[in-house]
């Protein structure tokens, strides 16, 4: 018996527009098999993560191409503890992130960063991996 598909939610936080990372994303994801509920851009921590409560998802990806990721993530984050889902939800960020600011990210829950030039494959075979592994932990399968 094979697995249920990963279901993730992807979105832009706060002004941030550049959106085609998002719409290369969301065609990998869709093409290796991924449900994926886009939400685009201007989207809120909140919004993000009702939709990710409503949708049962596995994991939530973030695409940033700004400097003031870091206060998104921590607000996502804080959410997703308050709605006890930060044990089954995955959350997987990407774009112009520092390479240095992976540890900090990792430290408040990040399960996953990519940073440009990494490819779309590796980015989807991590994302699955992850989600199995969470799963398993969870007992859902």
Known sequence: M???????????????????P????SYGFRDAGMEVIYLGC????QIVVDTAAIEDVDAIGLSFHTVSYFG???????LLKEKKMDDRVSVFVGGTIPPEDKPMLEEVGVRGTYL???????????????VSKVRKRAGVV
């Open 22 to 25: 998002l719409y290369v994303l």
């Open 42 to 45: 201007f989207q809120t921590p």
């Open 72 to 78: 998104w993530i921590d607000e996502t984050m804080n």
């Open 116 to 130: 440009p030039g990494e490819s779309l494959k590796s980015i989807t075979d991590s994302i699955k991996d992850i």
């Open 2 to 20: 094979s697995e249920k598909p990963v279901r993730i939610v992807l979105a832009k936080l706060g002004l941030d527009d550049h959106i085609r």
